[in-house]
């Protein structure tokens, strides 16, 4: 066999590095694409409604308290900006990759899958943490506006968990992207299910067959608002208890509704076990999968 | 990982790939080795894409083994892509990036030292006619300035061994003219080139071999040259084009009688194809033999093509 003299200089970075060459041209992608925009837009729309609607209305659950302002504030719509977060970034970020053809870009050079993945995971969760943060500092300068610099402590924690569930519902959406070559159906069904199925599950296994839905990702994803819970006549801090049985009246018919509350330890406990699975069966799904 | 080059190789080892009950490649066993050119021909659905893309980790095999330079690509994706540039079907781009930008991905990815990367990708992207377009958003181009922008990216790292999967599809006759001198001048660079094509015309032009598979199975892999004198039993055809109409009396009787002419017709009335045996000699004598008719000779050259002949003699579906 003839020796070739090499005249290669290359030196192919390790996957690590790969990762951060990945998530920095996936970001400049996202940060540049009309989604981004939009979900900024959705953003900005949902904090101008609530900035019109308590500063004419001056609704009492949102001044009763600088707790209760944040918890009908931020508890309210995060959740909703999480999700779609979740869908814009996550929804078709691996299904694209086969339905839209930009894996065959990517994927035939020495670079493993699992970089690939990991790097458009991290540019999606800086993207929506961008998001997010800019509804953070709305918030905060609302809250700020009526109470002063009082921030609730329970607030920073919300952020936190709000942060954590963000990781969690990317998760998600990415091994739901990873399981679909179509990135509308990988969208659709992950906007279902976050939008209205676990939500409809969750109360109907609670209400219905009295078992605590902790298998459920908004379950564990409710202590995001649940720390902010307060007293509606005090204002004060008031965690929502874990079980809660309420009898109603109706007419000849007795209603018992019986309705759960996560603790922080069981909806962290939960948020990162959904993190956890869900990443590594759409890292499993993204390896084994073919671009037929 | 620095790559220590040996020759460059390529081989599939009982490659074979399923789908269900349908078997896209069948134990293919093949090896591709040193600085040439080789076509991989075949109808539509034998199994061309399918092997390239088991060769760049786009697929996995169901049994067998792709190894470059005898790493297994599935194994060792990382160390046997190394040394490898390739073009399987149309790539995407992400549409919000520019050229400049998708390029320097790709060279950060696979290592180009940072102070070559923007040397080399004005290079390659001048290389592909697209140096105006540089900082424009990849989302606006069309199909064909996509295509030239990812026959940069494999270009890119000065790889090799070029994988490419019928290069000049989606580009005009011009595109089509630039890839087949690009192919060209990494040949005179020492490069292992394995290249998918459904045009006879341009696989004769700039490949030295053929590898021929129909039905996931290899039919042939042989030079040019030999294939057509396996094919034709050693006989040539040439077509030669002709001033002015010629009697068919002529042709049947005079040029049919030259020593070493096996037959010879007219395809219209200016255009005679004669079949021959023999070398290079008999079609010098052929072509003088010819002028001295004084019959109006104005052109002389092979007909069609040898490969094309041979295609259609080995591949006898479409399907």
Redesign the interface.
């Given at each position: 066999?003839?020796?070739?003299?090499?005249?290669?200089?290359?030196?192919?970075?390790g996957?690590l590095d790969?990762v951060g060459?990945?998530l920095?041209?996936?970001f400049?992608?996202?940060?540049?694409?009309r989604r981004f925009f939009i979900l900024l837009i959705i953003t900005l729309l949902i904090s101008a409604l609530l900035t019109i609607l308590v500063g004419y209305y001056r609704p009492g659950d949102f001044l009763l308290s600088d707790l209760s302002f944040y918890s009908s504030w931020w508890g309210g719509a995060v959740s909703f900006v999480i999700v779609l977060s979740g869908i814009f970034f996550g929804g078709d970020a691996i299904s694209g990759e086969f339905q839209?053809?930009?894996?065959?870009?990517?994927?035939?050079?020495?670079?493993?899958?699992s970089s690939i993945y990991v790097g458009k995971w991290l540019a999606a969760f800086i993207a929506s943490t961008m998001i997010l943060i800019i509804f953070t500092v709305i918030t905060v300068g609302n809250g700020m506006y009526y109470f002063g610099l009082n921030v609730p402590y329970q607030f920073g924690l919300s952020v936190f968990f709000a942060w954590f569930y963000l990781a969690a519902v990317l998760g998600f959406t990415f091994f739901f992207s990873s399981l679909f070559k179509s990135s509308s159906i990988s969208i659709l069904v992950t906007a279902i299910l976050f939008l209205f199925a676990f939500t409809l599950i969750e109360t109907l296994v609670s209400d219905l067959v009295q078992i605590e839905p902790w298998f459920i990702i908004t379950y564990g994803g409710g202590i995001v608002g649940n720390i902010l819970a307060y007293n509606p006549l005090t204002g004060a801090a008031a965690y929502p208890v874990h079980m809660s049985v309420t009898t109603e009246h109706l007419a000849r018919r007795t209603i018992t509704i019986t309705s759960f509350a996560a603790t922080v330890p069981e909806g962290l406990v939960i948020i990162a076990v959904y993190f956890l699975v869900t990443s590594v069966l759409g890292l499993i799904l993204f390896e084994?999968k073919?671009?037929? | 990982?620095?790559?220590?080059?040996?020759?460059?190789s390529i081989e599939a080892v009982n490659l074979s790939k399923r789908?269900g009950a349908f078997v896209a490649v069948s134990g293919l066993n093949l090896k591709l080795e040193?600085?040439k050119c080789i076509g991989f021909l075949g109808p539509n659905g034998a199994g061309k894409t399918t092997t390239l893309?088991m060769f760049?980790?786009?697929?996995?095999p169901s049994s067998g083994q792709a190894l470059i330079n005898g790493v297994n690509v599935h194994t060792e994706?990382?160390?046997?892509?190394?040394?490898?540039g390739?073009l399987?079907?149309?790539?995407?781009?992400?549409?919000?990036?520019t050229p400049r930008?998708?390029l320097?991905?790709?060279a950060?990815?696979?290592?180009?030292?940072r102070a070559?990367r923007g040397k080399r990708i004005e290079e390659v992207v001048s290389d592909v006619r697209m140096g105006e377009w540089m900082d424009k958003?990849v989302g606006k181009f069309s199909k064909g300035m996509k295509q030239r922008i990812?026959i940069a990216?494999a270009l890119l790292?000065?790889p090799?061994i070029l994988?490419l999967d019928e290069p000049s599809n989606g580009l005009d006759p011009r595109g089509m003219s630039e890839v087949r001198d690009i192919v060209k001048s990494l040949k005179s660079k020492?490069r292992l080139i394995f290249m998918s094509s459904h045009l006879l015309s341009e696989v004769s032009e700039v490949c030295d071999e053929v590898a021929m598979i129909d039905h996931g199975k290899l039919i042939v892999y042989d030079t040019i040259p030999n294939l057509s004198a396996k094919v034709s039993g050693g006989e040539n055809i040439v077509e030669v084009g002709l001033q002015r109409p010629i009697d068919t009396g002529l042709v049947t009787k005079r040029i049919a009688s030259i020593i070493g002419v096996v037959t010879a017709d007219l395809k219209d009335d200016k255009t005679i194809r004669i079949k021959f045996s023999g070398g290079q000699d008999v079609q010098e004598r052929l072509l003088s033999d010819l002028v001295r008719m004084n019959i109006g000779v104005i052109s002389y050259k092979p007909a069609s093509s040898e490969l094309e002949d041979a295609y259609l003699k080995l591949i006898t579906t479409t399907v």
């Open positions: 066999m003839n020796e070739l003299e090499d005249l290669s200089t290359n030196k192919v970075p996957s790969q060459i990945t920095k041209y996936t400049i992608d996202y940060f540049r694409s839209n053809k930009t894996g065959y870009f990517g994927v035939p050079n020495p670079i493993r899958r084994r073919e671009f037929t | 990982m620095l790559v220590t080059l040996t020759n460059p789908y040193g600085s893309k760049t980790d786009l697929i996995r994706k990382k160390k046997a892509l190394a040394s490898v390739s399987i079907e149309t790539p995407e781009i992400y549409p919000s990036l930008e998708a320097m991905m790709i950060e990815i696979r290592g180009v030292p070559e958003r990812c990216s790292s000065d090799t994988l020492e």
